[in-house]
T-cell receptor
Framework: DARVTQTPRHKVTEMGQEVTMRCQPI?????VFWYRQTMMQGLELLAY????????DSGMPKDRFSAEMPDATLATLKIQPSEPRDSAVYFC???????????FGPGTRLLVL | QKEVEQDPGPLSVPEGAIVSLNCTYS??????FMWYRQYSRKGPELLMY????GNKEDGRFTAQVDKSSKYISLFIRDSQPSDSATYLC?????????????FGKGITLSVRP
């Protein structure tokens, strides 16, 4: 049963600390997305990659957020330094060029104190 | 004004009721329309997928798209307690697996036994 995996599932940290979230897309999927979900804003696209190359990161605060795909099986989203307003659920999703849908991971629930 | 607006809810209905969920959008370039279902503490999963205007039926679920009015709907017939979840509409210019999705904020549905 192929699925997107994300680690950690939960993270509590203090303001100013670095946070790294990891995602393993479904094997064979060439597009990877990072989303953030909050009650106020809903689900927002932060960045996405196709064939490991960044295509669009316009939704991401550039001064503190960075996203990379070191290889086809790993995507990372890093926040440095973290702030309380970054508290949210961060989802990774993956898809293929011909598919209908993006498949979402279970999310990383981040709380910045 | 956001590109995609969704009725905020929450919505509570008795079991067996017909449920109507709606979204409006402003970007006429959207061609692919989706409904995602999200259970508590899970990632969104695709429920319905339509291209351009028209209706699509899948079991108890019917998706409608009216591009002239920039309006999409999801109907749930004979609603069940297991339908209790948050429903998000999503749209894209290109096929959803491989391109940026713009989501509504979601509406939480509760079906009372």
């Amino acid at each position: 049963d192929a699925r997107v995996t994300q680690t950690p599932r939960h993270k509590v940290t203090e303001m100013g600390q670095e946070v790294t979230m990891r995602c393993q897309p479904i094997l064979g999927h060439n597009t990877v997305f990072w989303y953030r979900q909050t009650m106020m804003q809903g689900l927002e696209l932060l960045a996405y990659f196709r064939n490991r190359a960044p295509l669009d990161d316009s939704g991401m605060p550039k001064d503190r957020f960075s996203a990379e795909m070191p290889d086809a099986t790993l995507a990372t989203l890093k926040i440095q330094p973290s702030e309380p307003r970054d508290s949210a659920v961060y989802f990774c999703a993956s898809g293929t060029q011909v598919g209908e849908t993006q498949y979402f991971g279970p999310g990383t629930r981040l709380l910045v104190l | 004004q956001k590109e995609v607006e969704q009725d905020p809810g929450p919505l509570s209905v008795p079991e067996g009721a017909i449920v109507s969920l709606n979204c409006t959008y402003s970007n006429s370039a959207f061609q692919y329309f989706m409904w995602y279902r999200q259970y508590s503490r899970k990632g969104p999963e695709l429920l319905m997928y339509t291209y351009s205007s028209g209706n699509k039926e899948d079991g108890r679920f019917t998706a409608q798209v009216d591009k002239s009015s920039k309006y999409i709907s999801l109907f749930i017939r004979d609603s069940q307690p297991s339908d209790s979840a948050t429903y998000l509409c999503a749209m894209s210019r290109y096929t959803g697996a491989n391109s940026k999705l713009t989501f509504g904020k979601g509406i939480t549905l509760s079906v009372r036994p």
